[in-house]
């Protein structure tokens, strides 16, 4: 078999220095064979591809997402914290059958297109508990669009009013029974089932690859962590988990555990390089540390912590640590949106207000390198992330007569604070063009958007009785939340300033 070449040529194409530089790119089989100088000889049986005009990018790499949000768009309350969306997110995944759960991981991934992004680490959510089928739609769902995923069951065997010490006791009477009586589905088929899915991987690994999602620790008994590590060492897969999103999260993994929750983690023997924090925020110095000694990194996501009041994460002091940090948009339906330009901007204004000193804030190009190959990194995928030879042809082509691009000086600069996803013109995966001129060619998108509707329809209707429950009580458990941690623990600074303040 002969194999598949394309030369782009006249791209603007953006090198791992962060210098642009006008090169053409010569792909084989998916893959970047050569980056030269415009005008080099390609075989007579290339296809040519112009990129005249175009700023040609690695794609971008979402570290943290969930696809099952997407069908949720617009059901989270405009003023919800981390657990009062929590409360509601039981109802929100109920009653949904094999096409709901494909037909949402298709809109994510669409959407993810759109906005320049590539590969994602997709944290997939199925009620009562997880599915071979459900994690296989998922996944079908990336294959179909044409992406790059790590796709994880993401799992629990406590709900939030077993999981959060003292929520039930703060709840009034009548509710107290009707929340006590809820319970995640046990261990035991649980676990099953991951292993199933790990066992029996149906996709090519170089596309979409299995991972496990123990979804919170709190959330989680110890016997249900440890198994989930030896789960991810047996089968040499990543592990993902929502560490420290909250300040109540972290006052709380205190009060249960006596202890920080990453020292918690560090106990059970949790730590390893196969784990990424989803958030990592109310981290203290010695957390820090140990997640550096351990290789474990961490998922930043700027726009849900700022959506749901979570925090900022101190991002400069996981990177003095040796950390690995990639950026996440996280849900569509926790920060609006799979926007990871939004969130590479949003990755470096916010690491503005840790203080003065301008040489400790995160640059443009820091901000592009944890979006792309810390995010590679925290997907496990090695040879996605950066335009060079030898890498995956994952390849975003943005028109540079775009506002914020004119007049051109800096592009890398100009694209990372300016680029919101509309300059998209074209998105190559795998050397496959699967986005271009405003068009999606691997998914039906008039098609998703009716099955959206129909679907949004018929679940809300479903799920009402679930919902205005979830709605009473979220508003209890956001109260109980924002109490905690003001008295008696030692927390991090910025908490402590908070509380007092
Ligand atoms: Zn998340």
């Known amino acids: 078999m002969t194999a598949r070449r394309t030369v782009i040529r006249g791209g603007l194409v953006l090198g791992h220095g962060g210098d642009a530089a006008p090169m053409d790119m010569l792909i084989e089989d998916g893959r970047i064979l050569a980056i030269e100088a415009p005008g080099f000889e390609a075989s007579e049986d290339a296809e040519v591809l112009s990129a005249h005009d175009r700023m040609l990018i690695p794609g971008l790499i979402s570290a943290h997402t969930h696809s099952h949000g997407a069908l949720n768009r617009g059901a989270v309350d405009d003023r919800a914290s981390l657990e009062m969306f929590l409360t509601g997110a039981g109802a929100s995944t109920r009653s949904r059958g094999i096409d709901d759960k494909y037909l949402s991981a298709a809109l994510s991934a669409a959407e993810m297109i759109r906005k320049g992004c590539t590969a994602c680490f997709d944290l997939s959510v199925e009620f009562p508990g997880p599915s071979r089928e459900g994690i296989s739609a998922v996944a079908r769902a990336y294959h179909d669009a044409g992406m790059r995923a790590v796709v994880a069951p993401m799992i629990a065997d406590r709900i939030i009013y077993q999981a959060l010490p003292g929520l039930l006791e703060a709840l ?4 107290r029974a009707q929340c006590a009586s809820l319970a995640a589905e ?9 292993r199933d899915i790990l066992a029996n991987w149906e996709f090519d690994r170089r596309w979409i690859r299995p991972a496990l999602g123990p979804t919170i620790p709190l959330h989680c008994s110890d016997p249900f962590l440890t198994a989930c590590a030896q789960l991810s060492a047996e089968y040499g897969v990543p592990l993902q988990t929502h560490l420290a999103e909250s300040r109540a999260q972290a006052a709380l993994g205190r009060t249960r555990y006596g202890k920080s929750l990453v020292g918690h983690l560090d106990q059970l023997g ?16 010695d957390d820090i540390a140990r997640l550096g000694q351990t290789g474990v990194g961490v998922a930043h996501n700027p726009s849900s912590n700022l959506r749901l009041g979570s925090g900022v994460a101190p991002v400069r002091k996981l990177l003095q640590n040796g950390i690995t940090v990639g950026v996440g948009t996280d849900a569509s339906n926790t920060s609006d949106g799979q926007n990871m330009f939004e969130a590479t901007r949003l990755a470096s204004y916010l690491s503005r207000i840790d203080g003065f000193d301008s040489e400790q804030w995160l640059s443009a190009k820091e901000a592009f390198d944890l979006a792309t190959e810390g995010s590679a990194k925290i997907l496990g995928f090695e040879k996605i992330g950066r335009l060079a030879p030898g890498y995956e042809a994952d390849i975003v082509f943005l028109r540079l007569d775009s506002p914020h691009f004119v007049p051109l000086r800096w592009p890398l600069m100009q694209m990372v604070f300016g680029e919101n996803g509309a300059s998209v013109h074209t998105v190559m995966i795998g050397g496959r063009i699967v986005f271009d001129d405003g068009k999606l060619l691997t998914l039906d998108e008039a098609s998703l958007r009716r099955r ?30 924002a109490a905690q941690g003001c008295t008696g623990h030692t927390l991090p600074r910025k908490l402590s300033l908070a509380c007092e303040g």
């Open 172 to 175: 009034p009477e009548d509710l």
């Open 186 to 194: 046990p261990i035991e088929p649980t676990l099953a089932t991951c």
């Open 270 to 285: 949790v730590l390893s390089e196969r784990l990424s924090a989803a958030h990592g925020i109310w981290l203290d110095d």
């Open 452 to 481: 959206a509707e129909d679907a949004a329809r018929r679940l809300d209707e479903a799920n009402a009785g679930a919902f205005a429950t979830a709605a009473t009580i979220a508003r209890l458990v956001g109260t109980f939340c």
